[in-house]
């Protein structure tokens, strides 16, 4: 079931385009309908650079029960490492 539910979030990254890699700044996550996905709802994920263009934008579309397992690696990967080890590492070239 669609939401019409749009929850925006600012990021700090980068993620690799259909042009290359750019700047990550902001996320928008909500279910609706895929736009590729053969399943009838998907949770959907944008990471995009607005200031960039629409060729900064990378889309996922995920099921339910995909979406949930990822936040769980999520958590698990950031709970294994050392307390702020995610963040300390500064850029590494994009």
């Known amino acids: 079931m669609?939401?019409?539910?749009t929850h925006k979030?600012?990021?700090?990254?980068?993620?690799?385009?259909a042009s290359g890699w750019?700047?990550?700044?902001?996320?928008?996550?909500y279910v609706d309908h895929?736009?590729?996905?053969?399943?009838e709802h998907t949770l959907?994920?944008?990471f995009t650079n607005p200031s960039e263009g629409p060729?900064?934008?990378?889309?996922?579309?995920?099921t339910e029960e995909a979406a949930l397992a990822l936040v769980e690696a999520i958590q698990r990967a950031l709970a294994s490492a050392p307390p702020g080890m995610a963040s300390a590492a500064g850029p590494r070239g994009a």
């Not at 750019?22 to 996550?29: I, Q």
Request: contains cysteine.
């Open 2 to 5: 669609c939401t019409y539910q």
């Open 9 to 17: 979030v600012a990021l700090a990254g980068a993620a690799k385009g």
């Open 22 to 29: 750019f700047t990550l700044t902001d996320g928008a996550v």
């Open 34 to 39: 895929p736009f590729h996905s053969t399943h």
């Open 44 to 46: 959907n994920i944008d």
């Open 55 to 62: 060729s900064a934008r990378v889309a996922v579309e995920l």
